[in-house]
T-cell receptor
Framework: DARVTQTPRHKVTEMGQEVTMRCQPI?????VFWYRQTMMQGLELLAY????????DSGMPKDRFSAEMPDATLATLKIQPSEPRDSAVYFC?????????????FGSGTQLSVL | AQSVTQLGSHVSVSEGALVLLRCNYS??????LFWYVQYPNQGLQLLLK??????LVKGINGFEAEFKKSETSFHLTKPSAHMSDAAEYFC????????????FGQGTRLTINP
């Protein structure tokens, strides 16, 4: 059963520390999205990639956030330095080429708490 | 810009009763619309989608939604609620700024009373 895998599921860290979240998209999917979910803002798109190239990261705070795809099987989202306002659930989603958002599969998320 | 508004952050119905979750959209072009469900501690799952074909769309788990252009609505319904339907539901529209982007509503938490 193909699924998007995110690690870690939970992360508690102190303000100022670096946080790295990982995502393994479904094999063969070449579009990858990072979303952030908070009570106040709901679901926000942070960045998305196609064929490992960033197409849009306008939703991401550039000074502390970075997103990369070192290879087709791994996407990473880093926060450095982390701040309490970064506390949220971060979701990764992947989709096959040519279908746009119509066939997105979401991971279970990384719940981040920054103290 | 595209947007969706979900009326009611919390909806509570009795088991066996009709479920109605409301979604209104704003779009300057014919929209693609989606409903997702999120169970506790899980990611979002696609329930159904409207992509300019039939206006009544049937999804998984007995849910359906009707696209009404005149009302700019895409409400989600299910004739008879089941306890397992308790979850959070998100309406979303495809952004015209990027065909790969979804704009989500704030979500509606559905509670089922025994």
């Amino acid at each position: 059963d193909a699924r998007v895998t995110q690690t870690p599921r939970h992360k508690v860290t102190e303000m100022g520390q670096e946080v790295t979240m990982r995502c393994q998209p479904i094999l063969g999917h070449n579009t990858v999205f990072w979303y952030r979910q908070t009570m106040m803002q709901g679901l926000e798109l942070l960045a998305y990639f196609r064929n490992r190239a960033p197409l849009d990261d306008s939703g991401m705070p550039k000074d502390r956030f970075s997103a990369e795809m070192p290879d087709a099987t791994l996407a990473t989202l880093k926060i450095q330095p982390s701040e309490p306002r970064d506390s949220a659930v971060y979701f990764c989603a992947s989709g096959p080429d040519g279908t746009g958002v119509e066939k997105l599969f979401f991971g279970s998320g990384t719940q981040l708490s920054v103290l | 810009a595209q947007s969706v508004t979900q009326l009611g952050s919390h909806v509570s119905v009795s088991e066996g009763a009709l479920v109605l979750l409301r979604c209104n959209y704003s779009s300057s072009v014919p929209p693609y619309l989606f409903w997702y469900v999120q169970y506790p501690n899980q990611g979002l799952q696609l329930l159904l989608k409207y992509t300019s074909a039939a206006t009544l769309v049937k999804g998984i788990n007995g849910f359906e939604a009707e696209f009404k252009k005149s009302e700019t609505s895409f409400h989600l319904t299910k004739p008879s609620a089941h306890m397992s339907d308790a979850a959070e539901y998100f309406c979303a529209v495809r952004s015209i700024q990027g065909a790969q982007k979804l704009v989500f509503g704030q979500g509606t938490r559905l509670t089922i009373n025994p």
